[in-house]
């Protein structure tokens, strides 16, 4: 399995010295998170492209996943019903999988949005398979996959287990469309890991290899001692489902923004200790 750490914990820094600080620790292939102090993108364009190209080429750095800015509050919603919401939505994700194509990724990364408590549930549903099927699509011709996660329950409440997302692929229906397993939002919800990997198995795509305390609402780092999760156990059970793709280091933590670095080479060599 192949690991990717992503830019989230170093939000407060530059994304020049998160380029730095992975390529010295010997990291390749990143899943890169779409913050604007590091990837200045919206619905109307991908404004500092060159930069980002540049700056990943000069560390011999690839960018493997894009994953997008989503969930309430952000702007670009999957399920919402709004016109306008909807049109924006769809030109955000299409001018992501042009700075993918131009960064030589495989695969988005994304969730199923989000739906007002006051809403009908049904219709959120329709929406999000709509436009799914239109990100879908528009990443299928530069040849990208889409790696739809699922998320907690409350207050998201539409792809939350492993029958929603085994529903959500089976009503948007685009052979691209595949899963990502959380472990860290897979154990929150009181889900088993084996039983996504025995339904989903071929459609397997991607991995968000997170750590997690269940007191605390943050994607914790391997090596973090609050952290409840046996690494081991759970590289063990990938392995013997015969997955061998990436698998993305997404960290939280808000105690974690000061010293990115440390905290995700702790992590790495918490990891590699349990590889066999």
Request: glycine content about 8%; overall charge negative.
């Amino acid at each position: 399995m192949r690991m990717l750490p992503t830019n989230q914990i170093w939000r407060y820094w530059s994304f020049e010295t998160f380029l730095e600080d992975v390529s010295a620790l010997g990291v390749r292939d990143v899943d890169l998170w779409l913050c604007n102090n590091h990837v200045n993108i919206d619905a109307h364009g991908a404004y500092n492209t060159d930069e980002v190209v540049r700056g990943m080429r000069r560390h011999g750095l690839r960018a493997m996943t894009l994953t997008p800015e989503q969930g309430n509050p952000k702007a670009y919603n999957v399920a919402s019903e709004d016109g306008e919401i909807r049109r924006l939505t769809l030109c955000y994700y299409r001018q992501i999988v042009r700075l993918a194509a131009a960064l030589g990724a495989e695969r988005i990364s994304l969730n199923a949005g989000w739906f007002p408590f006051d809403a009908d549930r049904d219709r959120a549903w329709d929406a999000m398979v709509s436009m799914l099927g239109k990100i879908c699509r528009a990443a299928a011709e530069e040849g990208l996959t889409v790696a739809l996660e699922t998320l907690v329950d409350k207050p998201y409440r539409l792809v939350t287990s492993l029958e929603t997302l085994g529903a959500a692929l089976l009503d948007v229906g685009e052979s691209n469309l595949t899963v990502t397993i959380d472990t860290g939002t897979v154990a929150r919800n009181g889900e088993d890991i084996d039983a996504y990997l025995s339904r989903f198995g071929s459609e397997l795509g991607y991995v968000h290899l997170t750590n997690l305390n269940r007191d605390i609402f943050a994607h914790l780092a391997w090596g973090d001692q609050l952290g409840g999760l046996d690494p081991q156990d759970l590289l063990r059970r990938f392995a013997c489902a015969g997955y061998t793709g990436d698998a993305a280091l997404e960290m939280t933590k808000p105690s974690y923004f000061e010293r990115p670095r440390d905290v995700l080479s702790r992590a790495l060599t918490t990891l590699r200790g349990c590889e066999c």
